[in-house]
């Protein structure tokens, strides 16, 4: 790749050019130190400029969505004893993806438009620069799983839909029925909403005006009201998860249900390399959760990795990803408010930084999880934008 190398193909793509010693991306900063990084022109591997990190960083280092922090012990204990750090990840999120109250991931996972849960996921394996993904797979509960066996056991990267399910079953996974009671009421009732017919008639000694409903019990509001939420606003969820062992060995994941309600077939950014996870053994690693389109448009996870690999904190990085998206619309803040998407990052020297669209609302806080060796940690995010300028939404929340 001499003639187009990739630090040429960035300085070409950026319109307008940037000064050399302060470098202007769409929203971000890229530090001055990477300057004198050596080029690929002259035959020498870009390295990650250390000094380029304000916030020193640690090795082992686990980063995760939020969901995952009563789990990442399990993850630091592999990467303590010497053990791999795709195994550390997975360790972290099997345990989201078995739990059936994380209704965003795995078991439990809120279904498709026609009530079946279909799962997305991928694995990426630093040292050995593999991968592996499934998209829409049913029946099976462990995505990411199955994402590590289509790595290790195929000459594929990406199986999805029914080929997905029966290569999960051939290589011995147990089908199963992924819906909860809960998460099936929750689809039910989503079915009722947009249709008169799922719901008891009129006829019928159960029938209700939905204003009518008896709230017997504090415990029985707050279904209530869970399910009323997820009816009205078809959640999104995830868990986003990366390691670097002591040697500086990366790897990530991501697995998720998707979107709620989602048309059947329809595969979100979680399961796409480069989108909803990336790793490069010599740079760093990131991933995301939330509106995955949006995520797809901007090859989120791939652009985090780039601007590390500029030199860019992994925070920044994660901003500039959003600031991206938020380019997509014009940055009018008017759609913005529409979605919640949220970028990881850690990079090689174990610096770790993650990003939210939207600041928390007072009194809220919007954290990522960490584990830096010595004890699991949330960590706030930084924000491309102040919840104080955030328009009311035109869609009720
Ligand atoms: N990114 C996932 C998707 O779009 C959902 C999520 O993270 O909430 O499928």
């Excluded at 593999?130 to 594929?156: F, P, Q, W, Y």
């Excluded at 949006?294 to 030199?311: L, Y």
Aim: aromatic share 8%; proline share 7%; net charge neutral.
């Amino acid at each position: 790749m001499k003639a187009w190398s990739r630090r040429k193909f960035f300085l070409t793509t950026l319109a307008g050019g940037m000064a050399a010693s302060a470098q202007k991306l769409f929203g971000a900063t890229v530090r001055s130190v990477n300057a004198t990084a050596p080029s690929e022109d002259e035959g020498a591997p870009e390295p990650v400029p250390a000094q380029a990190n304000a916030a020193r960083g640690t090795r082992p280092l686990i980063v995760c969505a939020a969901n995952g922090f009563q789990h990442l012990d399990k993850g630091m204990d592999i990467l303590k004893k010497g053990g791999d750090t795709l195994d550390a990840v997975l360790a972290i999120v099997v345990e989201v993806e078995n739990d059936p109250n994380d209704n965003s991931v795995g078991y439990g996972g809120l279904p498709n438009e026609e009530g079946e849960v279909e799962l997305d996921a991928q694995v990426m394996h630093g040292p050995t620069r593999r991968a592996g993904a499934v998209g829409a797979l049913k029946k099976i509960k462990n995505a990411s799983l199955v994402a590590k066996c289509v790595m290790e056991k195929t000459d594929h990267i990406f199986i999805v839909g029914d080929g997905a399910t029966r290569f999960a079953i051939a290589e011995g996974f147990a089908p199963m029925d992924l819906l909860t009671p809960k998460s099936r009421e929750a689809w039910l009732r989503w079915k009722a909403k947009s249709s008169p017919f799922w719901a008891p008639g009129i006829d019928s000694p159960n029938w209700s005006y939905p204003a009518a409903e008896n709230h017997d019990s504090p415990e029985k509001q707050e279904l209530e009201e869970w399910f009323r939420h997820v009816v009205a606003h078809p959640p999104t969820g995830t868990i986003n998860c990366l390691a670097v062992d002591a040697k500086g060995d990366i790897s990530g994941t991501t697995t998720t249900s998707g979107m709620a309600w989602k048309i059947p077939g329809r595969v979100g950014d979680s399961p796409i390399i480069g989108a909803g996870n990336y790793v490069d053994n010599e740079v760093g690693a990131a991933g995301s959760t939330g509106r995955g389109e949006e995520n797809i448009r901007v090859c989120g996870a791939h652009t985090v990795v780039e601007m590390m690999r500029k030199g860019m904190p992994p925070a920044d990085a994660c901003l500039e990803a959003l600031q991206r998206i938020s380019h997509n619309f014009k940055g009018d803040k008017t759609r913005l408010t529409e979605f919640a998407i949220q970028f990881y990052a850690l990079n090689k020297d174990g610096v770790h930084g993650g990003a939210t669209l939207w600041g928390p609302a007072p009194g809220t806080t919007a954290n990522y999880a960490i584990h830096d060796g010595a004890s699991a940690k949330q960590m706030p995010f930084k924000a491309l934008f102040d919840y104080a300028s955030k328009p009311t939404p035109k869609t009720p929340q």
